[in-house]
């Protein structure tokens, strides 16, 4: 009788098989964005990357849809390979993490066939990684969105994925729940996890959105703005990416401004003092309160 020991693979064995999930889960969704528009263009590598950065919960989902649905675009979603390796890449010397991002996102694009469309990255874990994406693809730019913090804690707070008791993990293999994430300090760390759902909602929201505020190539673009004055962004974006405004303002029309102001209604006051006690200079400095 064989031993179970001997037939259970090795840990390095099972990273390799998630490793190679996450890279066939990722082409899968992207390959049928890409259509007919890559079929003249698969002789050439588009260069001229797109990253959509920001808070989880923003609208980066919506406005890099909106984006990649652009002539000659893609949108390539949440790029699950980028996700899970973001806090290793952090910890290294910029132009080799930069190495590695070109080396991981390229990759994707080449199973999923769209290497010759310019491809929409929106992965929100990508704001901690920015300046090494931007060395990465020198003719790449950068859109930053951002959503009154309030509101990111009501959206936030209904998905649980910073919550206490909450089990399981994303499409990266990250668990979700109360413990410290890479992009915490680590002096805060125990802090991280012991304080309430709502404050760290908006501890997630405090850091990616000073993350991304740090950097070159950058267009800041309100969510209200994207919503309620959609010809406005449509223009900004535009002038910012040599995109053809009337294809983005189709995609930027097609929104509702239902979650504008949710907080109201949605936060105790007892959460928003916790929100606002761990944000409130972020939320003061950028006109929200």
Known sequence: MIAESTIAPSRSVKRTLTITALYGNAARHIAP????????????????????????????????????????????????????????LCSLPEEEAARHFRSILERVRRLSLVHGLRG?????????????????????????????????VCSLLQKGWLS???????????????KARFWVEPERAEE????????????????????????????ELRYQTLIREPETAAEAIADHLALPKQSLLAGLET???????????????????????????????????
Do not use: N
């Not at 992965?123 to 959503?147: M, S």
């Not at 909450?166 to 990250?174: I, M, S, T, Y």
């Open 33 to 88: 964005r890409g259509g007919r528009a890559l079929r003249p263009r698969l002789g050439r590598r588009e260069e001229k990357m797109v990253f959509i950065v920001g808070s989880p919960r923003s609208g980066t989902t919506f406005l890099a849809s909106v984006i990649g649905g652009c002539p000659g675009a893609v949108d390539l979603g949440e790029v699950a390979p980028i996700k899970a390796s973001v806090p290793r």
């Open 120 to 152: 929409v990255e929106q992965t929100p874990e990508t704001t901690f990684l920015l300046e090494a994406a931007l060395l990465a693809y020198p003719q790449a730019r950068a859109v930053h969105i951002i959503r009154d913090g309030r509101d990111v």
């Open 164 to 178: 206490a008791g909450r089990v399981g993990h994303d499409d990266a293999f990250a668990a979700f729940g109360p």
């Open 192 to 219: 991280f996890e012991r304080v309430s759902d709502a404050t760290r909602a908006a501890w997630a929201w405090r850091r990616y959105v000073s993350e991304a505020r740090q950097h070159p190539r950058t267009l």
């Open 255 to 289: 929104a509702y401004d239902r979650a504008i102001g949710r907080y109201k209604t949605d936060l105790s006051p007892e959460q928003l003092a916790d929100v606002e006690r761990e944000a409130g200079p972020l939320l003061r400095e950028l006109g929200f309160i």
